[in-house]
């Protein structure tokens, strides 16, 4: 849904997307600290989300620079990945290249035998949250609606006088947000590494290929079952399959319904 929220109103694929998300899993190592309270938990989290928000909005900011009118000159697939590239390395050379260890504040529960972090409860509640937080501010709010006319019509948009570029910049704010929360909430539950960066951004993009990029209701049904898909097959032949799954996965999608799933297909002249 993050990578959405920029596409939608910028045409932007945000390939810096899966180090930030690793960032926002630094931050809760180094700003939660061990014992600390629910208010201290949650002072902490909108520390984080506000932060990433900051962050990627001036990632944004510098992506958007070199555009001036359009994003058809494809700049942004050099800046985002030269932001990725930075990021990463920024990471590792201040945090080390092992995985970072982040305590889970909330314990576990019994579950089909087996013992399950109640963070991943959390984050379903979360995808949900963001979902209809997104879907409210895109409906009820006049920056909402702007965002939305982005996404229908960028130069129709610009003709009518709203403020392309600031909301341009706000998308990645909120895409920031997104991921700080995210990688607050996960950050004890997934790898917090800089190699396992260039997964994240993988498989975030293959949901939203296959719910319909731009399609946040896509990728919310998209990607608990791709998830699911993932483990099983994980479990039952091993992690070495993940990738050649994932890839299996976004070709089929491609070939047969080149919009996702769940996106429609877009009129062009000819």
């Known amino acids: ?26 931050l809760a ?22 932060g990433m928000a900051v962050l990627t909005g001036f990632q944004g900011l510098l992506t958007l620079l070199p555009l001036r009118s359009s994003v058809e000159q494809h700049s942004w697939i050099v800046t985002t990945l030269a932001a990725s590239i930075i990021t990463g390395a920024l990471v590792t050379l201040s945090m080390g ?48 609606l702007a965002l939305s006319a982005l996404s229908q019509d960028l130069e129709a948009a610009r003709a009518a006088g709203a ?27 997934i790898g917090i590494s800089e190699s396992n960066a260039l997964q994240y951004l993988i498989f975030g993009f293959i949901v939203a290929v296959v719910g319909g990029l731009g399609n ?6 998209a990607g608990p079952i791709f998830g699911v898909l993932l483990m099983y ?5 091993g992690n070495q399959l993940q990738t050649p799954l994932a890839v299996a996965v976004i070709v089929a999608v ?7 799933i769940f996106g429609r297909p877009h009129a062009r002249r000819v």
């Open 1 to 26: 849904m993050s990578l959405n929220v920029i596409f939608n109103a910028s045409g932007i694929l945000n390939f810096a997307q899966g180090h930030l998300l690793v960032v926002a899993g630094v």
């Open 29 to 50: 190592f180094l700003w939660y600290p061990e014992g600390g309270g629910v208010v201290i938990w949650l002072l902490c989290l909108l520390a984080v989300a506000a």
């Open 97 to 144: 290249p092992n995985a970072l260890s982040v305590k889970n504040p909330f314990g576990t529960f019994s579950f089909a035998g087996t013992q399950v972090p109640y963070i991943y409860l959390g984050l379903i509640a979360l995808t949900v949250i963001v979902y209809l937080a997104l879907r409210w501010f895109q409906r009820t709010f006049l920056v909402g």
């Open 163 to 189: 403020a392309t570029r600031q909301l341009q910049v706000l998308s990645f704010a909120i895409a920031g947000v997104v991921l700080g929360l995210t990688g607050f909430l996960g950050a004890s539950v």
């Open 216 to 221: 946040n209701t896509g990728a919310l049904i």
């Open 233 to 237: 097959v994980t479990y039952e032949w």
């Open 254 to 260: 491609l070939m047969l319904r080149p919009q996702g």
